[in-house]
C-alpha cells in the first residue's frame, strides 16, 4: 500500500498510481523502415512536406510500415463547472446538457464530422449539471452535479478527480480492445475555457491577462469576468499549485480530467492521438505534467482561435496542422485533420518507388 500524502490545504491524494507509469516507445526499427522508404518513392526527396514527417511518425507509433487510420474513436466528454456562475461564457449552463441531447440525436457539428469519417463517436457524461438519463451513444461517468466554484474551493476532490481520470482510461482501453488506431478526445462544458485557463496560468506561471480569451464569444466585461475569477482562483489555490494533480483537482473540470487521463492511457497503451484546440491542449498540458513524455503520442490537430492557444502550443512543443479559425471544441478541428493524416498514409502507403516506376535520379 501506498502511504498518502497531505497537501497544505488539507487535501489527501495518493503519491502514485496508474497514470505515473510511462509512455509506450515509438518503435525505432519502424520508423527508419518507413524513413527510408520515403526516401525511394517517386518524389524529390522532402517534398511532400509535412506529410513525410507524419506518415514515418505513424509508422513508428503503430509498429507498423504501412500506418493506418481506419478504426478512429471520437469520445466527448461533458461537464458543468461552477465558475459558470459568474458570467465567464457567453451562452447559459443549460446548453452543456442540451448539447449532449444534441450529441445522440446526430445534430451537433462532431457528430456530423464523425459520421463523415465512419468513426465511432462516444458521449460520456462524466458530470453535467443535471443527468440526462439514457440516450443512445451517451454513458454515465457522473462524478457530480458540476464542479464546485474553483475561485473559493478545490473544482473536485481527490475522489471525484480520480473518477474523471479513471473515465477517460477506461474509454482508451475499450478503444485499444476494439482495435482502434486514433483517438480524438472532445469536451462539451460551459465556461471550459476559464477552467482551461486557469490550468495554464498555473502551469506555464503566466498571468491571466495573457491566458484569457473569448470562449464563446464573451465580450470586454466578460473578459474581465474570466480574469477576475482567475486572479481568485489562482490566490486561493497558490499554496498548492506546484503540484501538478493538486493543480488538476482545484483548476480543472471532471471533462478536462476525463481528457487528461484518455490522453495518458493513451499513451501508454501505443495508441496515436490528435489533440483539439484550447480546452484539450490544456488538458494535453496537464497529462504531460503528470506523466513526462506523453507528448510523443500526440499530434496537434489545428491552431485554435482562442488566443492563448498558441501557448498551449509551444509548452506541448508541436506546431499544429491547421489553421481554420476554428473555436468550438467538441473534437472537432481535431476531426478535421483525420483527412490529412490518411491522406499521408495513403500517399507512404500507395506510391510507387523509383525501382517500381523505372523512373531515374532516386534513391
Ligand atoms: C451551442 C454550443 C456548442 C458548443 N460546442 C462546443 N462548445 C464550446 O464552448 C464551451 C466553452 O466556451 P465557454 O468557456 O465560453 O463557455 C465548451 O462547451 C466548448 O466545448 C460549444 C458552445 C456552445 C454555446
Ligand atoms: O479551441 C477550443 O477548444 C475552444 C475555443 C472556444 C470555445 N470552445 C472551445
Redesign the pocket.
Known sequence: MQSTITLSIGITMQPSSWFQAPPKALDQHTQHIAQQRQLKLTKPPGSLGRLESLAITLAAMQGNPQPTLNKVGIVIFAADHGVAAHG????PQA??VE?IRNFSRGGAAITVLARQLAAQLTVVDVGALSDVGPLPGVISRRCGAGTADFRSQPAMQPTTLAQAMAAGCEQIEQLHHSGGNLFIGG????????SASALLCAYAHIEPQQAVGP??G?DAAGLQRKIAALQSALAFHQGVLHDPLATLQCLGGFEIAALTGAYIRAAQLGMPVLVDGF?CSAAALAAQRLCPGVEGWFFLAHHSAEPAHAILCRMLGKEPLLNLGMR???GSGAAMAVPLLRMACALHNEMATFAQAGVSGGA
Not at 88 to 91: I, K, L, P, T
Open positions: 465567464v461564457s457567453a451562452f446548453v452543456t448539447m469536451e462539451m462544458g460551459i465556461g471550459n475555457t476559464t470562449g464563446t464573451v480546452i468550438l471544441g467538441e
